[in-house]
């Protein structure tokens, strides 16, 4: 059964930089494209990134591209997220998933939760000064 644990989250002052860590257990990490999605209080959850099995595709949502960076870590079986400059906005509970979809057309279905077959508990991160 694949077991997804987040870490790294926590408090952080804007403009302070964080990475999480998403540790994948129990199949082939490399059958599984990778993301990351959010939920802050009263809101639904929202796709944040997504990164393809080799870790060459990478996809971001539009609104938070350039602030953000997912990669992964084959060897480590080891996802990350990096929030560059975090604002107050930025905080929510980070959730990363794995998706046993190929990398196509783009990756447009990477962005849908209804995609992800596996995900953790989460992980909070809270911004503040």
């Known amino acids: 059964q694949v077991r997804l644990d987040e870490s790294g989250g926590g408090l952080v002052r804007p403009g302070d930089s964080l990475t999480l860590s998403c540790a994948f257990s129990?199949?082939?990490?490399?059958?599984?494209?990778m993301g990351w999605f959010r939920q802050a209080p009263g809101k639904e959850r929202e796709f944040v990134a997504a990164?393809?099995?080799?870790?060459?595709?990478?996809y971001y949502a539009d609104s938070l591209k350039g602030r953000f960076a997912i990669s992964r870590d084959n060897a480590k079986n080891t996802c990350y997220l990096q929030i560059r400059s975090p604002r107050r906005e930025d905080t929510a509970v980070y959730f990363c998933?794995?998706?046993?979809?190929?990398?196509?057309?783009?990756?447009?279905?990477?962005?849908?939760?209804?995609?992800?077959?596996?995900w953790g508990q989460g992980t909070q991160v809270t911004v503040s000064s």
């Open positions: 998933a794995a998706s046993s979809l190929a990398d196509y057309d783009g990756g447009a279905h990477y962005r849908s939760a209804v995609h992800y077959s596996y």
């Open positions: 129990g199949a082939t990490f490399t059958t599984y494209a």
């Open positions: 990164v393809a099995w080799s870790g060459r595709n990478t």
